[in-house]
């Protein structure tokens, strides 16, 4: 694949041209502190050479006839940092007990935590916005054909992604460990378990045993918020490094075009 020229410095990163007699006389306030987010960038940049691997993922070549459409990737990872930073204000309160402790944990989060109610529902409908959203943006990546060469493994990873968030939606069903989430398990588990070869190992593993017990909802919230988040914080990395390093696909209906004109130059 040809290598893109470095697109230039955004207007606001670039250096002011130096008047004659500039650095005698005393600066401007204002253009000082107009300067100093530049003065900042310029220190760490020294420091860590950061600002080419920044530039490599923002300031990119985007083909010309790109739409809404396009977006429905950036809003499915919105809703993934959304579940994150909401899991995480939920796991201060949340306790995987099944003695009452899950139940009444949930009961205090709505009840009596300030704005719980609020990250819980939040957390709650966040799960079914994404599911939402990740199959639209499958929907968008099928039918523009930009699954076809060279994105086949950009593709593949995000089959797993989606596997991925409907298992975090599995485990996270029960966490509540009301009736609803109870029950709803066990079928699932079930489920599960008819699957042909790995099936019996698959709902003794989500069980931990061959029976539903006090360990099947710590193994639930264990998967629910470190294994698979992790997993998924790992591969929409390695998505959006492919994403970025491959470039986004044109519109189907754009007509095959030299390299040269068939790209735009966004500046920001
Ligand atoms: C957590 C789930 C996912 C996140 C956060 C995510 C994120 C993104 C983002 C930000 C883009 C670039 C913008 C765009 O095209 O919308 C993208 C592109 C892409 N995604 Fe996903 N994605 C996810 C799941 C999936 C799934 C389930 C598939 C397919 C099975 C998929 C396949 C692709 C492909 C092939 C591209 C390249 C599209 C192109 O170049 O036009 N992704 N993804």
Do not use: C
């Not at 502190?33 to 760490?44: N, Q, R, S």
């Not at 139940?103 to 939402?132: C, T």
């Not at 699954?147 to 485990?171: H, N």
């Amino acid at each position: 694949m040809p290598r893109l020229p470095a697109p230039p410095l955004p207007r606001a990163l670039r250096p002011k041209p130096r008047r004659p007699g500039e650095g005698t006389v005393p600066i401007d306030p204002v253009e000082a502190v107009a300067e100093a987010g530049i003065t900042v960038v310029d220190w760490l940049d020294e420091r860590t050479s950061l600002s080419p691997g920044v530039r490599w993922l923002l300031f990119r070549k985007v083909p010309r006839g790109i739409n809404w459409a396009y977006t429905l990737g950036s809003a499915t990872m919105f809703a993934f940092l959304s579940q994150a930073v909401t899991g995480v204000f939920l796991a201060m309160y949340y306790e995987p007990n099944v003695q009452g402790g899950a139940y009444e944990s949930i009961r205090n989060i709505n009840d009596n935590v300030f704005l719980g109610q609020f990250v819980h529902g939040m957390h709650k409908w966040g799960a079914s916005v994404m599911i939402i959203l990740i199959y639209l943006h499958m929907a968008r990546v099928f039918f523009f054909g930009a699954y076809k060469y060279p994105r086949e493994i950009t593709w593949i990873i995000g089959v797993v992604l989606l596997i991925l968030t409907m298992a975090m939606g599995f485990t996270g069903y029960l966490l509540p460990f009301d009736q609803r989430a109870y029950w709803a398990t066990i079928v699932g588990v079930n489920i599960n378990g008819t699957g042909p070869f790995i099936g019996p190992y698959l709902s003794d593993f989500l069980r931990a045993g061959p029976e539903f017990g006090a360990t099947t909802l710590s193994r639930f919230y264990a998967i629910h918020m470190l294994l698979i988040p992790g997993l998924m914080a790992a591969l929409i990395g390695f998505h959006l490094y492919l994403v970025t390093k491959l470039g986004i696909s044109a519109p189907p209906w754009l007509k095959a075009e030299e390299p040269e004109e068939a790209v735009q130059v966004v500046e920001v």
